[in-house]
Each structure stands twice: as structure tokens, then as C-alpha cells.
């Protein structure tokens, strides 16, 4: 019997990776009946919302949906759908595994990582207030004057449950997939209500995995000098939302780019996958950007469902092609196109 899957092109290069993705996928055998659903910027002019009810609908009775990336106007416009459909669907831990491989261009070497993301609470909570606002004045007031006039303010809720949703999140993957250490990430020395919650919290969920996982932490500064000079000292990395945000892309920086991060937004029941990276507007529409990430999130599902035989073999292609080197896009140093990459994957799976 076929899964049914949704399944979101997005936007800007979105539907082009889509595309090819759901191609590579059909190529690994497991039988999949994707259901389409759109959101992103082309639907928004369409039906007056990036985000329809019935693309929500869809993800919530299917469970599980494959989503290309989506636009985010800066500054004004509508809210990210990325962080609505998170905040929504209360898809609350985001994994990105890092990993190299052979033939993408790096400074580095036998990196696997994986950061833990809160999806849900700290800074991209939504909760914002515009300058000179009643509520930005009454927090003013309140703040005895910390904040100067005329600002503008985001507030940051950090909760013990989320905390702990996420910690043990992270502790459950590093066990399930055979990892040794968890390092709890954030500023604490500064934000001590906030942060000193997740670390409080953490440190708890922790001492149920004494002895079976090994627990620490670093401060977000510090974190960043000590993944670019020793970023093989990590292993699994939980972090609150907006840490966790920054340190993706530089983790994906570590293993040679966005082109080859792939992500999963999990919940109690749902799960989402999709690249770290955006919807690389400046390159829509022209067979160009590079399929990996979105290919290696379909190959996060197939685990996710069980299809683990055929998750294997989609990473195998997909490092065999990067390896070789014949048929890579500009990213990685080759000619070859999207489509063109993708049928590399697919001539390696038959
Ligand atoms: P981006 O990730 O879209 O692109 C930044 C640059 O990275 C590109 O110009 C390109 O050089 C490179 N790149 C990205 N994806 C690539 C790929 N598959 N192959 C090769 N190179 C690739 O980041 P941006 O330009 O900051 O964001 C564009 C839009 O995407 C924004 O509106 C942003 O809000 C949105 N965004 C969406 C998601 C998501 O859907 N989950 C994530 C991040 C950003």
C-alpha cells in the first residue's frame, strides 16, 4: 500500500527541487501517493494567504509532509508560513543532521553532528511590539526605564516545558541513533531567567541519562569559535530557537553549504521535513540550485516511516554522485542542473 504524504513545493526554487525530489524518491520503490498542497508567495497572490487552511488540513490528516522552501518578505508583509506551520502544527523540535561527504568542498573532514532546534517559543514566539505601540510604552514603563523610548520590542519566552520537551527530544535521538554526548547551548551568563531555564531544565532531563549519555554545556559565543576550531569534540547540540536558528547555517557551513542540509521539523505526531535552506529566490526557474538538502530531508522521512532499507541505499546514491563528481551542481563544483543532479541520484538507485 502506497504512503500518503504531503507534499508542499513552496516557492522561488521550492517546486523545481520539489519536482525532482518526489522523482527520487519514486525511484528508491517505496510507493508514495503525495498529496499537493500549496503555500508560499504564488498561492498568497492567489488566495490572499500564504498559508491555506487546506495545506494545515492536509499536513494534519496525512501526519507527514515533504516541503520545499518558502519566502519570507523582510520587514513587512506577512509572517514566515515556515515558523506559522511549526508554531501550528506545535512541531516543536527541528533536527538538522550535518554531515560530510566525500567530494563537497570544505574545510573540514568526518563531521556528524546534529543540532536539536526549539521550534516554538524564545524570539520567534511572534510576540512583537511596534514602536511607540501602548504596549511597547506600558513595557517601557515597566522595565523602569532599561528599555529607551521610542523602541520597538520582541519578547522572549523560554518555558520549563518546552525546555524539557526539547532536552529529552534530544537525549531520546542521541540514544536512538547511537550518539554519545549532548550539549545544551545558551547564554545564561546573560539572560539568567530565560536561559538559566533551559540550563536548570536541562540539567535535570539530564541525570536520566546518566551513564548512557554524557551531558555538557556551552555558552552560544563560545559554541560558535569552538565549532570552527574543533567542531568534531560535538556531537549532538540542543539549543532554544533563535541559537539554534544561527547555528544551523554555520553547521551547514562546516559540511560544505546549504545545498547539502537537510532538516526535519518533528512534533508529538507530525513531521515536516524540509532543507535548512530558503527559497533562493534569485535562482527560480532556472534548473540551478542544488537538490541534496531536499533529497537528504526525503531520505530523514523515509527513516521516519520506517522505510529504513531504502533511506540507506538514497544516501548511498546521492554520496556515490557527490564523490564522483560528473553530474554535481555549481555549488559543489559541477555544470549539471537541478533535474540533471537529481537523475544522477536516480540512474545510482536502479
Ligand atoms: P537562501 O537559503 O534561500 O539562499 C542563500 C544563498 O544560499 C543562495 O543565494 C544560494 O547562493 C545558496 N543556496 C541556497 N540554497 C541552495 C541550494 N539548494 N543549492 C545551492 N545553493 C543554495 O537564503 P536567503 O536568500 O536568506 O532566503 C531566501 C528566502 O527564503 C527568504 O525569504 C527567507 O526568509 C526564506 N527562507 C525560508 C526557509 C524555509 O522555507 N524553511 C529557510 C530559510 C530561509
Known amino acids: ?6 507534499l508542499i513545493p513552496g516557492d522561488g526554487t521550492g517546486p523545481e527541487l520539489a519536482e525532482v525530489t518526489a522523482k527520487v524518491v519514486e ?17 498568497m497572490e492567489k488566495e490572499g494567504t500564504p498559508l491555506p487552511q487546506s495545506t494545515l ?12 522552501p518558502i519566502t519570507t518578505p523582510i520587514g513587512s508583509g506577512f509572517r514566515s508560513v515556515n515558523v506559522a506551520i511549526r508554531k501550528e502544527l506545535d512541531l516543536f523540535s527541528c533536527v538538522r543532521p550535518c554531515k560530510t561527504y566525500i567530494g563537497v568542498k570544505s574545510k573540514y573532514e568526518n563531521i556528524d553532528l546534529a543540532i536539536v532546534r526549539e521550534n516554538t517559543e524564545d524570539l520567534y514566539a511572534g510576540v512583537e511590539y511596534v514602536q511607540n505601540s501602548p504596549e511597547a510604552l506600558e513595557i517601557i514603563k515597566l522595565s ?16 520549563a516545558f518546552g525546555s524539557e520537551r526539547i532536552v529529552r527530544y534530544a537525549f531520546e535521538y542521541a540514544l ?41 554545556e556551552r555558552l552560544i559565543d563560545n559554541m560558535c569559535m569552538q565549532l570552527v576550531q574543533k567542531p568534531h569534540f560535538y556531537d549532538v547540540i540542543v539549543l532554544p530557537n533563535l541559537y539554534g536558528d544561527i ?10 553549504g546549504l545545498g547539502v542540509a537537510p532538516g526535519a521539523n518533528m512534533g508529538k505526531d507530525i513531521a515536516v521535513f524540509e532543507a535548512v535552506h530558503g527559497s533562493a529566490p534569485k535562482y527560480k526557474g532556472l534548473n540551478k540550485v542544488n537538490p541534496t538538502a531536499l533529497i537528504l530531508s526525503a531520505k ?4 521516519h516511516i520506517g522505510e529504513t532499507s531504502a533511506a540507506f541505499r538514497l544516501e548511498k546514491a546521492v554520496a556515490d554522485v557527490i564523490a564522483e563528481k560528473k553530474r554535481t551542481t555549481y555549488d559543489l563544483g559541477g ?8 537523475q544522477a541520484i536516480i540512474d545510482k538507485l536502479k
Open 1 to 6: 500500500m502506497a504512503y500518503r504524504i504531503t
Open 144 to 159: 523602569q526605564n532599561k528599555i529607551r523610548e521610542n523602541s520597538a520590542i520582541s519578547i522572549k519566552p523560554i518555558s
Open 335 to 342: 555544470v549539471a542542473g537541478t533535474k540533471e543532479m537529481a
Open 247 to 256: 547555528l544551523s547555517d554555520l553547521c551547514a557551513g562546516l559540511v560544505g
Open 57 to 68: 488540513d492536509s499536513i494534519k490528516k496525512n501526519k507527514i509532509a515533504l516541503k520545499g
Open 300 to 303: 530523514l522521512m523515509l527513516e
Open 176 to 216: 536512538r541513533c547511537g550518539r554519545r554526548k549532548v550539549t545544551a547551548v545558551s547564554k545564561a551568563n546573560i539572560m539568567k531567567y530565560t536561559d538559566g531555564l533551559f540550563y536548570k531544565t536541562a540539567r535535570e532531563v539530564a541525570k536520566d541519562y546518566e551513564g548512557k549519555i554524557e551531558y555538557e
Open 27 to 43: 525511484a528508491t520503490g517505496v510507493k508514495i501517493d503525495w498529496e499537493i498542497a500549496q503555500s508560499g508567495v504564488d498561492i
